[in-house]
């Protein structure tokens, strides 16, 4: 994780990565022979979705940022056509994927993923749903890694 934020940081240092740069911990497990593989993403801001639930409700709902945090860090199954190459198995195989942040920046940049979309060629519409965004003491020591 070191090693690659340091390569990251020498491509381009700048005072916005210094304030706003994070990185991602990616970890997919294969669930045919359990091989993990393990990368490490810089990012300047996280797209967070609306949890699924929430976002179907009449009138929109509400939920807060750490449930929007929570949804984007949920534990994913990849398969099908997402299935994961694994390099023991030499084949695609179904996976488990995980996010966690492995570095928090100083500020936390975030955009809210609102509007949802029906399918491939289908219109999009807006998530009415209420966002409770804490002042302050937002707690995301559950999301590191």
Request: proline share 6%.
């Amino acid at each position: 994780a070191g090693e690659a934020w340091a390569a990251h940081c020498q491509r381009g240092y700048s005072a916005v990565l210094e304030v706003f740069g994070g990185q991602l911990r990616s970890t997919i497990t294969c669930l045919e022979c359990s091989n993990t593989s393990v990368t490490f993403d810089p990012f300047l801001d996280l797209s967070l979705p609306i949890p699924g639930g929430v976002a179907g409700l009449p009138g929109g709902g509400q939920c807060t940022l750490v449930d929007c945090l929570e949804a984007f860090a949920a534990d994913e199954v990849l398969d099908a056509a997402d299935a994961y190459y694994c390099d023991h198995c030499q084949a695609r195989r179904p996976a488990s994927k995980q996010l966690r942040l492995q570095r928090c920046p100083p500020v936390l940049a975030v955009q809210v993923m609102r509007f949802s979309h029906s399918g491939a060629g289908q219109a999009r519409h807006k998530l009415e749903t209420q966002l409770q965004v804490p002042e302050e003491g937002l707690d995301l020591t559950h999301l590191l890694a």
